[in-house]
């Protein structure tokens, strides 16, 4: 079956202009999380997603950054007024949850990541 | 405030042998953890993971060990292959009674090279 898709795989923009990042997460699967790896940095949450719904945002760095998903499926990350600082590696993952999470988790699936720079 | 430490960046051991790589932690709430592998240019791929339940995992040539008093988790790689040569992530995840988002914290990442 289909993993995790990202796109674009690559995105250089001007620093001031919007950017809008796409993830298709595996079909089924109910949470959706969007991570980014900034250069020589570990993986970084900023917002999770079960269904439509975004219960956790704390990892959103700014107001500038805002992340929706529709029909349970795609989701969009729209970075507005980028910023140098914003160049990353962005990531998104999906796994199946169970309201019951119990004492084991989800293995989360990631996909490829969109490589963004800001010039 | 790093609650997922690997403080190795980098390990080299020869083809055949066994990697270890570790990872501490700092958050008694976390319950499950993950290793992935990724290689440059692509996303992370899950390798294998474990429950605070348990202490020892293996699937293959991969065996992860948890030492919950010691905070201390271990990804044992025999033999070592030089395909294995890749960034290694370990991460781990809190049960949020309240809001169970299951977010994964990622440690900083090992690079392991196996030479052939």
């Known amino acids: 079956g289909a993993g995790v898709s990202q796109s674009p795989s690559n995105k250089v923009t001007e620093k001031g202009k919007d950017v809008e990042l796409r993830c298709d997460p595996i079909?089924?699967?109910?949470?959706l999380y969007w991570y980014r790896q900034s250069l020589g940095q570990g993986l970084e949450f900023l917002i999770y997603?079960?269904?439509?719904?975004?219960?956790?945002k704390s990892g959103l760095p700014s107001d500038r950054f805002s992340a929706e998903r529709t029909g349970g499926s795609v989701s969009t990350l729209t970075i507005q007024r980028t910023q140098q600082e914003d160049s990353a590696v962005y990531l998104c993952?999906?796994?199946?949850?169970?309201?019951?999470?119990?004492?084991?988790?989800?293995?989360?699936?990631f996909g490829p990541g969109t490589r963004l720079l800001v010039l | 405030d790093q609650q997922v430490k690997q403080n190795s960046p980098s390990l080299s051991v020869q083809e055949g042998r066994i990697s270890i790589l570790n990872c501490d932690y700092t958050?008694?709430?976390?319950?499950?953890f993950l290793w992935y592998k990724k290689y440059p240019a692509e996303g992370p791929t899950f390798l294998i993971s474990?429950?605070?339940?348990?202490d020892k995992n293996e699937d293959g040539r991969f065996t992860v060990f948890l030492n919950k008093s010691a905070k201390h988790l271990s990804l044992h790689i025999v033999p070592s292959q030089p395909g294995d040569s890749a960034v290694y992530f370990c991460?781990?995840?809190?049960?949020?009674?309240?809001?169970?988002?299951?977010?994964?914290?990622f440690g900083q990442g090992t690079t392991l090279q196996v030479k052939p």
């Open positions: 993952a999906s796994s199946f949850t169970s309201r019951d999470r119990g004492t084991s988790g989800e293995t989360q699936y």
């Open positions: 079909s089924g699967h109910t949470a």
């Open positions: 997603f079960q269904g439509n719904s975004a219960p956790d």
């Open positions: 958050n008694s709430m976390f319950d499950y």
């Open positions: 474990i429950s605070s339940i348990k």
């Open positions: 991460a781990a995840s809190a049960k949020q009674i309240s809001s169970n988002t299951g977010k994964l914290i």
